[in-house]
């Protein structure tokens, strides 16, 4: 529940400075233009994980590739 909330603070300062480059009366349309890009690749970051997940046929009961997959998480 405090993962997003944290994640989301943790980009303010970015988010600050880009509406500080951009021109005057572009912030909000900046803002909107990054927040967008966020949203998407959150979702897009999801699907990918779920798609990881069951190519590695990884399910309930047993997590026995769950090693895979944390070895790809950590080459990032």
Do not use: H
């Not at 233009?33 to 779920?50: A, K, P």
């Not at 990881?52 to 990032?76: G, H, T, W």
């Amino acid at each position: 529940v405090f993962v997003p909330v944290i994640t989301r603070l943790a980009a303010m300062p970015f988010f600050v400075l880009a509406a500080q480059l951009c021109p005057s009366d572009a912030e909000a349309t900046l803002f909107a233009l990054i927040m967008g890009i966020s949203n998407m690749s959150w979702v897009t970051g999801n699907y990918l994980g779920v798609g990881l997940v069951a190519a590695m046929n990884i399910y309930e009961p047993e997590f026995d590739n769950m090693v895979c997959i944390r070895a790809v998480s950590l080459k990032q």
